[in-house]
T-cell receptor, first 114, second 113 residues
Framework: GDSVTQMEGPVTLSEEAFLTINCTYT??????LFWYVQYPGEGLQLLLK?????DKGSNKGFEATYRKETTSFHLEKGSVQVSDSAVYFCALSDSGGSNYKLTFGKGTLLTVNP | NAGVTQTPKFQVLKTGQSMTLQCAQD?????MYWYRQDPGMGLRLIYYSASEGTTDKGEVPNGYNVSRLNKREFSLRLESAAPSQTSVYFC????????????FGDGTRLSIL
């Protein structure tokens, strides 16, 4: 079945540091890939997405490239801010059949210190 | 922009009690979902409704029932609550199609004593 593996946290960085959160996946078809962010006490918000190989999703300074050859979708940001502190989830939606469910990784807690 | 609205936000139940979690979306989405979030487990799909009039089991459906009341509303019912159902519950909605992102509510924090 489908699965998503993302690096376990927590990750603690200083402001303006470079961020990478690794995400790899297993899927039978040609999935769409997503990064969601969850701020404390809130629901998940879509951060970025990529729907086919070599697509790059980007938003708010975050980027991730859909790498089919390595089945990866790593999240990066060049300079993090305190306001980026949150839990980040990698997820996939497989293209097969009519099942629209998302398969999530377990989440990575990011804390950015001033 | 309300998006996805969940009620209640917090609830404490005793074992064996029943309750219904409500979810409504105002984005005219066809598909709706219920997830539970537990520490270290990510989000797990309980039930989903691909379109009005249809519902299907997800990964962890035992102990739950759902009703797609109309296109806007999708409720989750716990008939006889158990401590293992203590969790944060999220409702989400999306356009049909696997390339469409899901939009989430703010969650219901449910404790069962």
């Amino acid at each position: 079945g489908d699965s998503v593996t993302q690096m376990e946290g927590p990750v603690t960085l200083s402001e303006e540091a470079f961020l990478t959160i690794n995400c790899t996946y297993t899927a039978t078809g040609y999935p769409s890939l997503f990064w969601y962010v969850q701020y404390p006490g809130e629901g998940l918000q879509l951060l970025l997405k990529a729907t086919k190989a070599d697509d790059k999703g980007s938003n708010k300074g975050f980027e991730a490239t859909y790498r089919k050859e390595t089945t990866s979708f790593h999240l990066e940001k060049g300079s993090v801010q305190v306001s980026d502190s949150a839990v980040y989830f990698c997820a996939l939606s497989d293209s097969g059949g009519s099942n629209y469910k998302l398969t999530f990784g377990k989440g990575t807690l990011l804390t950015v210190n001033p | 922009n309300a998006g996805v609205t969940q009620t209640p936000k917090f609830q404490v139940l005793k074992t064996g009690q029943s309750m219904t979690l409500q979810c409504a979306q105002d984005m005219n989405h066809n598909s709706m979902y219920w997830y539970r979030q537990d520490p270290g487990m990510g989000l797990r799909l309980i039930y989903y409704s691909a379109s009005e009039g249809t519902t299907d089991k997800g990964e962890v459906p035992n102990g739950y029932n759902v009703s797609r009341l109309n296109k806007r509303e999708f409720s989750l019912r716990l008939e006889s609550a158990a401590p293992s159902q203590t969790s944060v519950y999220f409702c989400a909605s999306s356009e049909q199609g696997t390339r469409q992102p899901q939009h989430f509510g703010d969650g219901t924090r449910l404790s069962i004593l």
